[in-house]
């Protein structure tokens, strides 16, 4: 009686035994491709200078974040629609020789100049634009469509 069920258990033993083996292969060979560009480091200092080197590229990438942001909050103060109207503000003089200039950044603040022609002379004159409207000053008909056309080629350029 005892015979047959020592060859069961012993059965299962090699059986068992096989199992393990084909594990501790795989783990060894996963170790070895792990390893494989490793100089005698072992893989706990291994992977000690990954997680490292992880920690390093999390802060170089907070730090670009940073100043991503930092750029496009000042970059918004900067000119980003321009507008321009020629148009002929006297009678007496022929053509559309004066000029109106919008010069708005993305939250529609900035200047319009504008460039008078007449027979005696040009004249030149400046006006603060705060929200698309005259800061100081009421702005002119020809004022206005200048700072509609610098608006509407912003937003032609993905520009609010």
């Known amino acids: 009686m005892q ?10 033993s090699l059986i068992w035994l096989i199992i393990l083996t084909f594990i501790v292969i795989t ?11 490793a100089t005698s480091e072992s893989l706990t200092s291994l992977l000690d200078r990954v997680l490292g080197d992880l920690q390093v590229t999390k802060k170089d990438i907070a730090s670009l974040t940073s100043q991503y942001d930092r750029i496009e909050k000042e970059g918004s103060l900067h000119i980003q629609k321009i507008g321009l109207v020629r148009f002929n503000p006297f009678k ?9 200039l919008s010069l708005l950044d993305a939250h ?6 504008s460039g008078l022609y007449s027979r ?13 409207k005259g800061a100081e000053h009421e702005l002119s008909v020809e004022e206005v469509k200048a700072i509609q056309s610098a608006k509407a080629i912003g937003r032609e350029n993905g520009k609010q």
Not at 3 to 12: E, R, T, Y
């Open 92 to 100: 007496d003089t022929g053509g559309d020789q004066s000029f109106i």
């Open 120 to 132: 005696s002379g040009m004249r030149w004159y400046a006006k603060q634009v705060v929200d698309s």
């Open 27 to 37: 783990y060894k060979r996963h170790y070895d491709l792990l390893i494989k560009d």
């Open 3 to 12: 015979g047959p069920i020592l060859w069961v258990i012993s059965g299962i």
């Open 108 to 113: 529609n603040n900035g200047i319009v100049i």
